[in-house]
Each structure stands twice: as structure tokens, then as C-alpha cells.
């Protein structure tokens, strides 16, 4: 199953960190989200996906290369998330390549009432720019990923 990244990791340090390597061009292709908008969520510099009608996100979609990396997904994600198979758009070079029409991915949403998004749009430049640095130095405290071996 490929997965949809919408949030932090859409940046490639962040994947390298979470997953232990860094994905390779096929492993990674643009896609949108159809009826979901991407908002902060409240007091957190990430983001979560609310739903809303003729709402788009953009994102990439996440092919799996080793058997650990769905473990290491949902570590990452935690409790605050869950994963639902939801229709994608591909978009970008590939969709024009393969002229498929829409996938579907595994998306994380969130698990419930515990994680509110603001009502701060999220947008991954601006988080390169006033987060990233901090949120990476609290995920290399928190210890590696779980991998498939273990």
C-alpha cells in the first residue's frame, strides 16, 4: 500500500530520520488530496487534515522500499493518528506518464477530538523556515524507529 504525505514528511531530512534512509525518486511522486484542507494543529507545528468540500491538498505519495517502514510510519504518527485508504490524485510528470486515474493511499488523519486544528492554514516552506530545526532536535531525543527486525 502507498501512503500520502501531506505534512513533515514531505521534507527529506525528515524521512531520512524517520524511515533510516532516504527514498529514492519512484518511491516518491507528487499527489493531491481531494475534499481535505491542511491546518495546524492547535499548539503543535504540524499539521492535521480536516475535511472540506472542493478542498485540495498537495502532497507526495510514499512507496514503501523495506519491510520495516510501515512500522516506522506509524511510531512516528503515534497514538494522535490513524490511517484510512482514501483516493488520491496523481499529479505532476507521473500522472501525465501513466495516465491512470485516481489512487488510493493510506492517509493519517487524526484519531479523534484530541488533536484540534487551529485555524491557521499549514504550509511546509514556512515550517522549513520557523520549526524544522526544533522538531528535528525532539525526534533524535526520542531514540530510533522501531524496524521490522525487533
Given at each position: 500500500?502507498?501512503?500520502?504525505?501531506?505534512?513533515?514528511?514531505?521534507?527529506?531530512?525528515?524521512?531520512?530520520?524517520?524511515?533510516?534512509?532516504?527514498?529514492?525518486?519512484?518511491?516518491?511522486?507528487?499527489?493531491?488530496?481531494?475534499?481535505?484542507?491542511?491546518?495546524?494543529?492547535?499548539?503543535?507545528?504540524?499539521?492535521?487534515?480536516?475535511?472540506?468540500?472542493?478542498?485540495?491538498?498537495?502532497?507526495?505519495?510514499?512507496?514503501?522500499?523495506?519491510?520495516?517502514?510501515?512500522?516506522?510510519?506509524?511510531?512516528?504518527?503515534?497514538?494522535?493518528?490513524?490511517?484510512?485508504?482514501?483516493?488520491?490524485?496523481?499529479?505532476?510528470?507521473?500522472?501525465?506518464?501513466?495516465?491512470?486515474?485516481?489512487?488510493?493511499?493510506?492517509?493519517?488523519?487524526?484519531?479523534?477530538?484530541?488533536?484540534?486544528?487551529?485555524?491557521?492554514?499549514?504550509?511546509?516552506?514556512?515550517?522549513?523556515?520557523?520549526?524544522?530545526?526544533?522538531?528535528?532536535?525532539?525526534?533524535?531525543?526520542?531514540?530510533p524507529m522501531p524496524c521490522a527486525?525487533?
Amino acid at each position: 500500500m502507498v501512503y500520502f504525505f501531506y505534512g513533515t514528511l514531505c521534507d527529506a531530512d525528515v524521512q531520512r530520520l524517520i524511515l533510516g534512509y532516504r527514498p529514492g525518486p519512484r518511491q516518491l511522486s507528487p499527489a493531491c488530496l481531494p475534499g481535505f484542507r491542511r491546518k495546524r494543529a492547535r499548539g503543535r507545528s504540524y499539521p492535521v487534515l480536516v475535511r472540506a468540500p472542493g478542498g485540495r491538498v498537495d502532497g507526495l505519495l510514499f512507496r514503501p522500499a523495506r519491510a520495516g517502514d510501515a512500522l516506522r510510519l506509524a511510531a512516528y504518527e503515534g497514538p494522535e493518528y490513524l490511517t484510512r485508504a482514501l483516493p488520491v490524485c496523481r499529479s505532476g510528470r507521473s500522472a501525465a506518464l501513466t495516465r491512470t486515474g485516481p489512487a488510493r493511499a493510506r492517509v493519517f488523519l487524526p484519531a479523534g477530538s484530541g488533536l484540534p486544528a487551529s485555524f491557521d492554514d499549514w504550509q511546509l516552506p514556512r515550517w522549513q523556515r520557523r520549526d524544522k530545526i526544533a522538531f528535528l532536535r525532539s525526534l533524535q531525543h526520542q531514540g530510533p524507529m522501531p524496524c521490522a527486525s525487533r
